[in-house]
T-cell receptor
Framework: GENVEQHPSTLSVQEGDSAVIKCTYS??????FPWYKQELGKRPQLIID?????GEKKDQRIAVTLNKTAKHFSLHITETQPEDSAVYFC???????????FGAGTILRVKS | DAGVIQSPRHEVTEMGQEVTLRCKPI?????LFWYRQTMMRGLELLIY????????DSGMPEDRFSAKMPNASFSTLKIQPSEPRDSAVYFC?????????????FGSGTRLTVV
């Protein structure tokens, strides 16, 4: 089945710097790649997603890139702020497109 | 749209007791998922339903766990008997799928503590 690897497991950056989180997936048939942000004690919330027909998507300070050939996708956060501190999860749909498989998560800490 | 609604938000129970967690998906969503989240294992998919029918329960840890979806607006996850190692946050999520997943949304979760 689909397997999603996420790196790094923890990431600490200075406020204002950029943060990059990377994920790789195993099933070449996967076609949907969302990113979720989970603050302490809260639910995972979708922050951005990308489908396989595009290579990049941007929403203000957040961007996601997808390389289908290499089977990896990345989250980029620019001008990080303390409120960006959270756990970030990547996910990929399975080959049937009816189930998301999640990465293990990245703890992002933005130091002010 | 009230989102995915879960109850209770917190549950503390004694080992051996039955626990029932509840979920109301977003109206119009035809998929419902139950996840368990722990520090050690992260987000684990336990079971999911399509149009109220269980599709894949391979993530259910053992026979003590069962899930039902009697109609499109309600699902339960039951643990009987509960054990301390079941302590975790249980999330319900719903979504709909056409040529791919859409609207995949999590509920607020139920924090279960078994003492």
């Amino acid at each position: 089945g689909e397997n999603v690897e996420q790196h790094p497991s923890t990431l600490s950056v200075q406020e204002g710097d950029s943060a990059v989180i990377k994920c790789t997936y195993s099933d070449s048939a996967s076609n949907y790649f969302p990113w979720y942000k989970q603050e302490l004690g809260k639910r995972p919330q979708l922050i951005i997603d990308i489908r396989s027909n595009v290579g990049e998507k941007k929403d203000q300070r957040i961007a996601v890139t997808l390389n289908k050939t290499a089977k990896h996708f990345s989250l980029h956060i620019t001008e990080t702020q303390p409120e960006d501190s959270a756990v970030y999860f990547c996910a990929a749909s399975n080959k049937y497109g009816n189930k998301l498989v999640f990465g293990a998560g990245t703890i992002l800490r933005v130091k002010s | 749209d009230a989102g995915v609604i879960q109850s209770p938000r917190h549950e503390v129970t004694e080992m051996g007791q039955e626990v029932t967690l509840r979920c109301k998906p977003i109206s119009g969503h035809d998929y419902l998922f139950w996840y368990r989240q722990t520090m050690m294992r992260g987000l684990e998919l336990l079971i999911y339903f399509n149009n109220n029918v269980p599709i894949d329960d391979s993530g259910m840890p053992e026979d003590r766990f069962s899930a039902k979806m009697p109609n499109a607006s309600f699902s339960t996850l039951k643990i009987q008997p509960s054990e301390p190692r079941d302590s975790a946050v249980y999330f319900c999520a719903s979504g709909f799928f056409r040529d791919g997943p859409y609207g995949y949304t999590f509920g607020s979760g139920t924090r279960l503590t078994v003492v």
